[in-house]
């Protein structure tokens, strides 16, 4: 299983990025997508989820109302909308994901992780 997520970048704060995350390797449509974010001198943490059909979506409280996760499971794609940045959402930003189907699990049982992809949002 291998997860490859890009998209990050340099904006200003109040602006917007796309995240994506390709996956193969497996069934990508039974499986729950997750973001999470390690900033500098910070442990990483939860930015949101997404169940295996799209339908369930959670997210950080710090997120909430800004970013929105989806996926495209035609394109083995789980995508991080992130709106209205802050310069803390300055992080390198992990697409992963749990090795067991159709199961959400907690951040310890994600055993795929993509390579991240760094953010900085400037003031």
């Known amino acids: 299983v291998q997860l490859q997520a890009y998209g990050g970048g340099l904006v200003q704060a109040g602006g917007s990025l796309r995240l994506s995350c390709v996956a193969s390797?497996?069934?990508?449509?039974?499986?729950?997508m997750g973001w999470f974010r390690e900033a500098p001198g910070k442990a990483r943490e939860f930015v949101a989820t997404i169940s295996w059909s799209g339908a369930a979506t959670y997210y950080a409280d710090s997120v909430k109302g800004r970013f929105t996760i989806s996926r495209d499971n035609a394109k083995n794609t789980v995508f991080l909308q992130m709106n209205r940045l802050k310069p803390e959402d300055t992080a390198m930003y992990y697409c992963?994901?749990?090795?067991?189907?159709?199961?959400?699990?907690?951040?310890?049982?994600?055993?795929?992780w993509g390579q991240g992809t760094e953010v900085t949002v400037s003031s």
């Open positions: 992963g994901s749990p090795s067991v189907p159709k199961y959400f699990g907690d951040e310890d049982e994600y055993d795929y």
């Open positions: 390797g497996r069934t990508f449509s039974d499986y729950v």
